[in-house]
């Protein structure tokens, strides 16, 4: 069975400043794709930013990049420059390629503080 | 092009009652998914639905919940009767059938059973 960790329950850090939220996962499976969602208190899950397993390059979307360890099954978010309107859940999940369906972490609470 | 629609946004039921989810998908997303989030947990699919058949429906408690896709567009979740521990964010995701890249969420709705 796949699982995705989020092991930091929540973060707190000053505007402007960099951040790293963690994610590990486990699965048997060589093709599959990772994604970090971000919901803020609308509830709406909004993609931030995806990785293929296949590809070494490591995503980057603005100021959302990851680091994408295939052997050690890791795959952390840095957020640079962080902003007042990244408050918000952000999830790490996971899904095997093919497959439609999605498998979410726990969750971490990121607080951005002015 | 619209989002994924649901209503109501809010819903405050006694246990034991009934209470119906809706969620109407992106005009032409095949695929429809019933998630489960309770206060601070990830989602957890419930059910999904290829056009009107059901794919998975393994993590719905079929004592209680039901689900139903008409005519492969609008889709309905159903509780009856509820208990304490349905508490939670209930959200529809839709997307083309073998594309997780495509999902898209729902605002959802927030279920309390008082």
């Known amino acids: 069975a796949q699982t995705v960790t989020q092991s930091q329950p929540e973060m707190s850090v000053q505007e402007a400043e960099t951040v790293t939220l963690s994610c590990t996962y486990d699965?048997?499976?060589?093709?599959?794709?990772l994604f970090w969602y971000k919901q803020p208190p609308s509830r709406q899950m909004i993609l931030v930013i995806r990785q293929e397993a296949y590809k070494q390059q490591n995503a980057t979307e603005n100021r959302f990049s990851v680091n994408f360890q295939k052997a050690a099954k890791s795959f952390s978010l840095k957020i640079s420059d962080s902003q007042l309107g990244d408050t918000a859940m952000y999830f790490c999940?996971?899904?095997?390629?093919?497959?439609?369906?999605?498998?979410f972490g726990k969750g971490t609470r990121l607080h951005i503080l002015p | 092009e619209a989002g994924v629609a649901q209503s109501p946004r809010y819903k405050i039921i006694e246990k034991r009652q009934s209470v119906a989810f809706w969620c109407n998908p992106i005009?032409?997303?095949?695929?429809l998914y019933w998630y489960q989030q309770i206060l601070g947990q990830g989602p957890k699919l419930l059910i999904q639905?290829?056009?009107?058949?059901?794919?998975?429906d393994s993590q719905l408690p079929k004592d209680r919940f039901s689900a139903e896709r008409l005519k492969g567009v609008d889709s309905t979740l159903k509780i009856q009767p509820a208990k304490l521990e349905d508490s939670a964010v209930y959200l529809c995701a839709s997307s083309p059938v073998g594309d997780s890249y495509g999902y898209t969420f729902g605002s959802g709705t927030r279920l309390t059973v008082v």
């Open positions: 639905f290829q056009n009107n058949g059901v794919v998975d």
């Open positions: 999940a996971f899904t095997v390629y093919r497959d439609d369906k999605i498998i």
């Open positions: 005009s032409g997303h095949a695929t």
């Open positions: 699965t048997s499976e060589n093709n599959y794709y």
